[in-house]
């Protein structure tokens, strides 16, 4: 895609069309053994950054669930010790197949994943890999210019480094308790004069790439694109959610967040290069119900759900990284098999894909990525597990409804209070919520977690009385 082609492209996503409708490349490939599947067919597809030159891989290693000696991802699993030899396993199988872009964060594992990567990295000659980490001042107590500077000292020390390839502001968009977005805005970087401390680390030479990630309040976003125009302030790269169904739907899910399609726009109207987040949605797309993952299998029998998502992320012209939060191995592995290369989206494809949100949109499940952000509840509950049972059995066919039979009905009925018992444990269920929104102004997403629980527990209390 040439760039003229990229910005009537772009122009046409504001009108709320996907951004893959003018790609063209034929998808055709011979079908692969079980044993092949995991080998890929040529190498990484590489994106250049206009401004430095840097050739980024495609396909970006997300440090925030990084595997823990008991199973499961140090997101999920808060008490327990990284895995720091499956890290340095999983980082050199990367960087030897064409991944050389990591993200992370002082937040991310508990804070502990700038540690485990600069870890796993500095076993590897600098110039192999970028890194990327972020300002996440997200506490009260982090705001002062010392404090943020602080944090900005600690990330270089524990990624054994002296420089940040790609430093961003995390999560501009966001509230804080008793402040509206504006005010913790202001209060995280300009206040406190940090942002204009940042831009003179890069001028420094200690930040090569300086940008930031959105969630929330567009007025934020639309705000730092006009500092941009107007040279007050240079974004050499934005990080935006992006999947096919956040595409047209994340207005409608949320109304806190913004459709892709107008961010991808925006973006590509300046030239400024994007990374992908949350391509999978929190991991809701790479588990589909059966229904959707039919019509895929129809499209192409080989490909699994995640990498549908994985190649429509990385499909747009402009996109410089997609990133993947990747605990085991076996995800590293089939996602570099998806960018190696990458074989875009063709048309016919896309439009399957946005029938395919629209399905997925009319589920109405709750718009929550795993992203841990919210816990630990002062309560004890366990917020991501119970939304993820709720929208799992939704988007599974397992709801009890009052359109079945009445055997049918009880044996579903039965099934799901036996099933919630089972994912989430009682004293940590939606029923044990008081309503402290202490978890509101946590979530990137800006889901009213209150009001959610409370729905669900109502719809657990009311099966159990039917009994």
Request: proline share 4%.
């Amino acid at each position: 895609m040439n760039r003229r082609d990229f910005i009537s492209h772009a122009t046409a996503a504001v009108a709320g069309t996907s951004l893959l409708l003018t790609a063209c490349r034929n998808n055709s490939r011979s079908a692969k053994t079980a044993q092949e599947y995991y080998e890929p067919e040529g190498e990484m597809t590489m994106r250049i950054n206009p401004n430095t030159g840097d050739r980024v891989s495609l396909l970006g290693f997300g440090m925030m669930r990084l595997p823990v000696e008991s199973g499961g991802s140090a997101r999920e699993n808060q008490d327990a010790q990284i895995d720091q030899q499956m890290v340095n396993d999983m980082v050199d199988y990367a960087i030897a197949h064409g991944v050389n872009y990591f993200d992370t964060s002082p937040v991310y594992c508990q804070g502990l994943s700038e540690q485990s990567t600069g870890i796993a990295l500095a076993r590897h000659p600098r110039d192999k890999y970028f890194i990327a980490t972020k300002l996440s001042n997200f506490s009260l107590d982090t705001w002062s210019c010392s404090e943020s500077q602080a944090m900005f000292e600690r990330s270089l020390e524990y990624l054994q480094t002296d420089y940040i390839d790609y430093m961003l502001l995390h999560s501009i968009g966001g509230t804080s308790e008793g402040k509206n977005a504006m005010e913790t805005f202001y209060g995280r970087y300009m206040d406190n004069g940090i942002l204009d401390w940042l831009v003179e680390q890069k001028r420094q030479g200690r930040i090569r790439n300086l940008g930031f990630s959105c969630h929330g309040d567009i007025s934020i976003f639309d705000m730092m694109l006009k500092w941009h125009d107007e040279g007050r302030y240079h974004w050499d790269f934005v990080q935006i959610q992006l999947n096919y169904v956040d595409w047209n739907y994340a207005d409608e899910n949320n109304a806190r967040n913004t459709d892709a399609s107008y961010l991808y726009a925006e973006l590509g109207k300046r030239g400024i290069p994007v990374v992908i987040m949350e391509p999978l949605l929190g991991g809701r797309l790479a588990k589909q119900p059966a229904t959707i993952v039919h019509e895929m299998k129809k499209m192409d029998i080989h490909l699994t759900p995640a990498a549908w998502a994985f190649r429509y992320a990385g499909t747009p012209q402009g996109v410089l990284s997609v990133l993947s939060g990747m605990t085991y191995m076996e995800h590293l592995q089939e996602n570099c098999v998806t960018f190696s290369p990458l074989h875009p989206i063709t048309p016919e494809e896309d439009a399957m894909l946005m029938r395919l949100a629209d399905e997925i949109n009319a589920m109405k499940t709750v718009p929550c990525t795993a992203c841990n952000y919210c816990m630990p509840c002062p309560y004890g509950i366990n917020i991501p597990a119970v939304f993820g049972y709720y929208n799992k059995c939704l988007t599974e066919g397992m709801m009890p409804t009052s359109d079945i039979t009445d055997s049918g009905f009880r044996k579903a009925r039965k099934r799901w209070l036996i099933g919630y018992d089972r994912h989430v444990e009682r004293i940590r269920q939606a029923d044990h919520c008081i309503a402290c929104n202490r978890c509101i102004t946590q979530c990137p997403q800006h889901i009213d977690i209150p009001t959610e629980m409370q729905h669900i527990d109502h719809f657990a209390e009311q099966l159990k009385q039917s009994i």
